[in-house]
């Protein structure tokens, strides 16, 4: 299956009506401590805004909410997979990403045939403080040689200029957090992303 190359994740479902019209395809959102009413409310929000402009939406750990509201993906950390229903996800006809740091969580993901792979962070990153400093890029080649045709999503600390080597080292997606929402042009800051993934 291909992806999109390039797979920005925001917080909230006005970062998606802001970017979505500049033509992203492939979209995480990630909220953090919301109430339920809140949250359900803001990943409706995105999925109707996903939909109407024909894109995937990624909803990172809210399986069950996913799955009510009918998006396309959910994401998974590792914590994630403890709790998480992977047979009903399927049965729901959710796609899955998982994300792994080390070989253990690779082995991990594999084992649930996962739609994609994410690795990270392949540069230092300041979003979320982590046991692991720095893949590499050695490391995205090693993981894309090991998963074969499964999608590999290079995360942490990638910018335009490092997306490139990390297509070049295997990966087939570049995903991006603060490197367009702490940007001073962050609109302009995703044209180009879109202009390195072409």
Known sequence: MKL????????????????????IKLVQIRVKDAAPDALRAELTRARDLCAAHA?????????????????DYIHLGQEDL???????IRRAGL?????THDHDELDRALALAPDYVALGPVWPTILK????????????SEWKRLIGDTPLIA??????????????????????VTDITLN???????????????
């Not at 990624?58 to 009918?70: K, P, R, T």
């Not at 400093?133 to 995205?140: I, N």
């Not at 200029?161 to 991006?176: I, M, P, T, Y």
């Open 95 to 99: 796609r899955i990403g998982i994300s």
């Open 129 to 140: 403080k982590m046991k692991w400093e720095q893949q590499g890029l050695a490391r995205v």
């Open 4 to 23: 999109p190359r390039f797979y920005p994740i925001f917080d909230s479902a006005d970062w998606l009506a802001r970017a979505l019209p500049l033509g």
């Open 82 to 88: 403890d709790s998480a229903d992977i047979p009903a």
């Open 55 to 71: 894109a995937q939406l990624v909803v990172n750990d809210y399986w069950q909410q996913a799955m009510d509201l009918g998006c």
């Open 155 to 176: 995360i942490g600390g990638l910018t335009p200029e490092r997306a490139e080597l990390a297509f070049a080292a295997g990966a087939d997606v570049a995903s991006a």
């Open 184 to 198: 001073a042009d962050p609109d302009a800051r995703i044209r180009e992303w879109l202009r390195v993934a072409g």
